[in-house]
């Protein structure tokens, strides 16, 4: 028995190792772990030279030149890398199955119940730095549905998940229908939950009346609105055109809920109004627009982020696979520096602003001492566009590194030249040249 029982541990183990060992990335210890790097960016605080970043239990517990390695602590020797906070995806649909339902008015779904762990979107997303993202139901909708922000790494949604109630989605037009539409739909949806409500309140007279509570549980359907309304959730309000921003505004102004406008490209004419309400906005992965000018008839070029940033308005970054560059936040951040956004702003945008957006920046968006560990390490300064992320650390644990990466490894393999096909002798070849002379007559 005694013998039979250590055969059975010992193939349990087996087993283990050979499972772990097939895993194309498996987490590192969340035990003491100090980077020693060539640039340190903290967003919250200046930029460090040749510094150390040192976590345990997964908090970042100190961060600088004179940092005190403990002798316990893993080492990562990395003086040519570039550490800082991971990216932040304030707004996207992608890792769902599908973006919306084909009922407008579904207020009560959450993305959480289309998310697709497996999904290629999150390894890609985790391969380029990111580290939270907020995924929603998209823009063809009334209401949405809510939100879920995640970490793009997990075999499950409860692994993933950082905040599992974030965000109800709103659109201000749907596709095919005007926006006059939309808003009478959106007024006569209030106007029932008003009543649900009050209906509500005067059952619940009667029960107290009568030295009682009310067992009825509020209607999950309604639930989200009602929260929206209690300013428990923001509205992530999506606006196609400038026309569609000054009527959110006045939908949060009348209804009295925190709102986020989501930015189509047409939307930068609208950038002063934003400004002037101290807005959080999102702008479109497409950062730039062209537009007809009206007098001349010629098409102008309009950079979003320098009409925002000129404007003074307060916004952050999302990525898309809309173009290559749209695809990478850092490459969002280096555009807009290049046309006159500060580098501080312009780093801000792909992390800070996010996370406050989102109201993780108590765990994500800078390096700060207590802070969690979610940082990424890059092969040069974010806005080179030579350079790459090469780890990824979530919660002090390292769970992406670039040089153990085999499907990038497969995808940035050279092609293989085709097999050359053997060439007849000469000989050979003379002599069916020979035969094919035409005879003299």
């Given at each position: 028995m005694r013998t039979r029982s250590i055969q059975f541990v010992a193939a349990a183990l087996l087993s283990a190792a050979l499972l772990s060992a097939a895993l194309p990335c498996v987490a590192q210890s969340r035990a003491k772990t100090a980077l020693k790097v060539g640039k340190i960016i903290p967003i919250a605080s200046p930029e460090i030279t040749n510094g150390v970043v040192l976590v345990e239990n997964g908090l970042v517990t100190a961060l600088g030149t004179n940092v005190?390695?403990?002798?316990?602590?893993?080492?990562?020797?990395?003086?040519?890398?570039v550490v800082m906070p991971g990216f932040i995806e304030p707004h996207t649909w992608r890792g769902m199955d599908r973006p919306n339902e084909n009922v407008p008015e579904v207020p009560f779904v959450t993305a959480a119940d289309a998310l697709e762990p497996l999904s290629s979107y999150f390894e890609d997303a985790l391969r380029d730095g990111i580290v939270a993202e907020l995924v929603i139901p998209g823009n063809d909708t009334l209401f949405g549905g809510t939100g879920i922000v995640v970490r793009p790494y997990g075999m499950t949604v409860e692994e993933m998940t950082v905040r599992p109630y974030t965000?109800?989605?709103?659109?201000?037009r749907r596709g095919g229908d005007s926006r006059m539409g939309q808003l009478a739909r959106f007024r006569k949806y209030m106007v029932e939950l008003q009543d649900y409500q009050e209906e509500r309140k005067r059952k619940e007279a009667v029960a107290k009346g009568k030295g009682e509570k009310l067992d009825e549980e509020i209607d999950n359907r309604k639930q989200p609105v009602i929260d929206l309304l209690d300013r428990k959730l923001k509205a992530f309000v999506y606006c196609e055109t400038a026309a569609d921003v000054p009527r959110a505004?006045?939908?949060?102004?009348?209804?009295?809920?925190?709102?986020?406008?989501?930015?189509?490209?047409?939307c930068w004419k609208a950038a002063k109004l934003i400004a002037e309400r101290k807005l959080p906005c999102i702008l479109p992965p497409q950062l730039e627009t062209w537009e007809t000018?009206?007098?001349?008839?010629?098409?102008?070029?309009?950079?979003?982020?320098?009409?925002?940033?000129?404007?003074?308005?307060?916004?952050?970054?999302?990525?898309?696979?809309?173009?290559?560059?749209?695809?990478?936040?850092?490459?969002?951040?280096?555009?807009?520096?290049?046309?006159?956004?500060?580098?501080?702003e312009a780093l801000k945008a792909i992390t800070l602003y996010p996370a406050q957006l989102l109201n993780i920046d108590d765990r994500f968006g800078s390096l700060e001492k207590g802070k969690e560990a979610n940082l990424i390490v890059l092969t040069g300064d974010p806005l080179e566009a030579t350079s790459w992320v090469d780890k990824v650390m979530l919660g002090g644990e390292i769970v992406y590194e670039r040089d153990k990466d085999k499907r990038l490894k497969k995808l940035l393999e050279p092609p293989?030249?085709?097999?050359?096909?053997?060439?007849?002798?000469?000989?050979?070849?003379?002599?069916?040249?020979?035969?094919?002379?035409?005879?003299?007559?």
């Open positions: 005190e390695i403990p002798w316990d602590a893993n080492v990562l020797d990395l003086p040519d890398r965000g109800l989605k709103l659109s201000m505004i006045q939908l949060a102004d009348e209804y009295k809920f925190d709102l986020v406008l989501v930015l189509g490209e047409d000018n009206e007098a001349t008839h010629e098409e102008e070029r309009k950079i979003l982020p320098k009409i925002f940033t000129e404007a003074g308005a307060h916004f952050a970054f999302q990525t898309d696979f809309v173009t290559y560059g749209s695809r990478f936040p850092w490459f969002q951040a280096a555009f807009a520096v290049r046309y006159g956004m500060s580098r501080d293989k030249k085709p097999e050359a096909k053997d060439e007849p002798k000469e000989e050979q070849k003379s002599d069916d040249a020979k035969k094919e002379e035409p005879k003299p007559e």
